[in-house]
């Protein structure tokens, strides 16, 4: 039952972000609204993580064969994307490497900005 739970409430956050997809007219996919929320949520402490663990560990697990269905995509687009494989090419490693860098960057800002404060800020595991 606990299972069930975690999913209810984080297929609440997904509802959350599709309803604030079709309020606000900005050009993001509403799952980003919705993982926004239940970050914030979780920062906010409204959400505990132990509220959601268990069931995000597994979805982790199985994101792999979420992809399968794209790349069936891709295959049946293979006549279009062919006359402009070397222009996805390019996008696709600068994206990457773009990405790479900003997650890097924002990673050691994170590490560097809780080094400053203390290993031990008052925040133990008991309390996610």
């Known amino acids: 039952m606990k299972f069930v739970k975690q999913f209810i409430l984080i297929l609440l956050f997904s509802f959350l972000g599709e309803l604030l ?3 606000i007219p900005l050009p993001f996919p509403a799952s980003i ?5 239940l970050f914030a949520a979780l920062s906010a402490k409204i959400v505990k993580v132990k509220d959601v663990r268990e069931v995000s ?8 064969v979420m992809f399968i269905p794209a790349a069936v995509g891709l295959m049946d687009s293979w006549s279009d994307i062919r006359s402009n494989l ?7 490693v600068v994206s990457t490497f773009v ?5 890097g960057r924002t990673t050691q800002y ?12 008052g925040h133990s595991e008991e309390e996610d």
């Open 99 to 103: 990405v790479m860098g900003v997650a």
């Open 86 to 92: 070397l222009q996805y090419v390019i996008v696709t």
């Open 57 to 64: 560990v597994f979805l982790i697990a199985v994101m792999p």
């Open 33 to 37: 609204y919705g993982i926004i929320l």
């Open 21 to 23: 997809h079709y309020l």
């Open 110 to 121: 994170i590490i560097r900005r809780h080094l400053r404060k203390g290993p031990h800020d």
